[in-house]
């Protein structure tokens, strides 16, 4: 039986030229529910996608910034850093609160979803932005989850946006900076004191698409359209659990990125920096190695 991604289809015309940033992007676009609202992390992928959507497929969705301004109506293009903590971001927004009137909106139920970007996640859907290897002076250090941890720990489902590459995909993160299901025994999250029914609902990757067991396992359940689910399985440190039937995603439309490169990033610092190239010639999806 196949699992219900969750997805719109994509307006417009397949495109046939683009990267597999811009690809994550799209995908997670078309997750993007109206009447839902979203707390966003700083950084461009998981603004962009929100935006795009409120654009194409979600008019009616309402998003507020990591740092707590509510319902913007963005001046674009800006950079990806500027995601946050800027007048452009926040231009015409409801209100501009802060850190803590976000947090206390999602403790009161009142965020759906959480969309984030992060160095590592395992099987337990724990997110890692602080180090890279044994916490304290050997660490390779980060800037940390800034408020990632309050929207992991709060909102109703985190989406998580990441690479798909062996060091983003670990058996455990080095260091929990943002709780997904903890030790992935049952009640785990209720017993350290956070809501009950929240927690990691989906992971995108440019080539995948995952979401939990009820065993609170990392699960497998679309690919993209270039790659296959070996070399997805070869992309992880740990074998996740794979859907029975593995769905396969769209790639995106002319239309998408018109916006996207137009628009929202048309500098592309988010999307083209190290970034694979994908052309699609009518029948196939080819991934530019190299």
Request: charged share 20%; hydrophobic share 40%.
């Amino acid at each position: 039986m196949s699992i219900d991604l969750g997805l719109k289809p994509g307006v417009g015309t397949a495109a046939t030229s683009f990267n597999e940033r811009e690809m994550q992007i799209c995908t997670v676009a078309r997750m993007v529910e109206n009447g839902k609202t979203y707390w966003v992390a700083g950084g461009g992928g998981p603004m962009y996608a929100v935006l795009l959507a409120i654009k194409l497929y979600a008019p009616g969705a309402q998003y507020i910034t990591e740092d707590g301004v509510i319902a913007p109506e963005p001046m674009l293009p800006f950079e990806p850093v500027m995601t946050m903590v800027s007048s452009r971001a926040g231009y015409r927004a409801l209100a501009w609160g802060t850190m803590n009137s976000a947090g206390n909106h999602a403790q009161l139920g009142l965020m759906d979803y959480g969309i984030l970007n992060t160095l590592q996640v395992d099987r337990y859907g724990n997110i890692n932005s602080t180090a890279i290897g044994a916490y304290g002076e050997r660490a390779r250090r980060f800037g940390g989850p800034g408020g990632a941890d309050s929207i992991a720990a709060l909102c109703w489902r985190t989406v998580l946006m990441t690479d798909q590459e062996k060091r983003k995909f670990v058996e455990r993160v080095d260091f929990i900076s943002s709780p997904g299901f903890l030790d992935g025994s049952a009640g785990a999250r209720e017993r350290a004191g956070l809501p009950p029914d929240t927690g990691p609902w989906r992971v995108v990757t440019p080539w995948a698409m995952y979401d939990y067991t009820g065993d609170r396992l990392l699960r497998l359940i679309a690919r993209a359209p270039w790659v296959t689910v070996e070399q997805i399985l070869a992309a992880c440190e740990f074998p996740p659990v794979v859907a029975d039937d593995v769905g396969v995603l769209s790639g995106p439309t002319e239309e998408e990125l018109q916006i996207l490169r137009a628009e929202l990033d048309p500098r592309g610092q988010n999307t083209a920096e190290r970034s694979a190239w994908v052309v699609y010639d009518g029948e196939t999806y080819t991934r530019a190695e190299g």
